[in-house]
C-alpha cells in the first residue's frame, strides 16, 4: 500500500495575519506562502516544511453558529504536538486564551484552547 501523509487543513479566519502571527509565535512555524484568494480574498500557509494550515480570509465574512461538534462536517478541533507542553501552554495564556481540559493521559499530556475565531486547539505532548 502507497504511503500517505496529512499535508494542510483549510480553514476561514476573520483576519489570517493576525492568526498567522500568533501561530508562527506560539508554534514556532513559518509563513510557506501568502497571498490573494478566491473571491477577492487573502490566504496564508503557515506551518513546517510538510505540513501547514492555510488559513483564509474571505472580503466579506460571517460569524460561525456556535460549536456544532454533532453537525456532520463541522471541523471539532485542530491537534498539534509540541516537545514542551508546559513553555506553549504559559506562550497561550500570555495571548489572552484560556487553556481547558487539561489531562494527563496513556499515552501523553494535553489541554484545549479556543481561539479568536472559535477554533478549538488541542495541544498534546507525547514526551
Known amino acids: 500500500m ?3 501523509n496529512l499535508e494542510h487543513v483549510n480553514f476561514t479566519v476573520a483576519d ?4 498567522a502571527r500568533w501561530l508562527c509565535d506560539v508554534f514556532g512555524w513559518k509563513i510557506r506562502w501568502q497571498g490573494p ?3 477577492g480574498g487573502h490566504s496564508i500557509h503557515v506551518g513546517t516544511d510538510d ?3 492555510a488559513i483564509f480570509t474571505p472580503r466579506a465574512s460571517r460569524e460561525r453558529g456556535g460549536t456544532e461538534k454533532d453537525r456532520v462536517g463541522n471541523l ?3 491537534g498539534i ?3 514542551d507542553l508546559d ?8 495571548l489572552g486564551y484560556k ?3 487539561h489531562d494527563d493521559y496513556e499515552p501523553g499530556r494535553r489541554f484545549y484552547f479556543d481561539d479568536d475565531n472559535g477554533i478549538e486547539f488541542e495541544v498534546v505532548s507525547y514526551d
Do not use: F, M, R
Open 81 to 83: 504536538t509540541v516537545s
Open 51 to 53: 505540513a501547514y494550515l
Open 2 to 4: 502507497a504511503q500517505s
Open 16 to 19: 489570517a495575519p493576525a492568526t
Open 37 to 39: 484568494a478566491q473571491n
Open 76 to 78: 471539532n478541533h485542530v
Open 87 to 94: 513553555a506553549v501552554e504559559t506562550k497561550i495564556k500570555a
Open 99 to 101: 487553556p481547558y481540559n
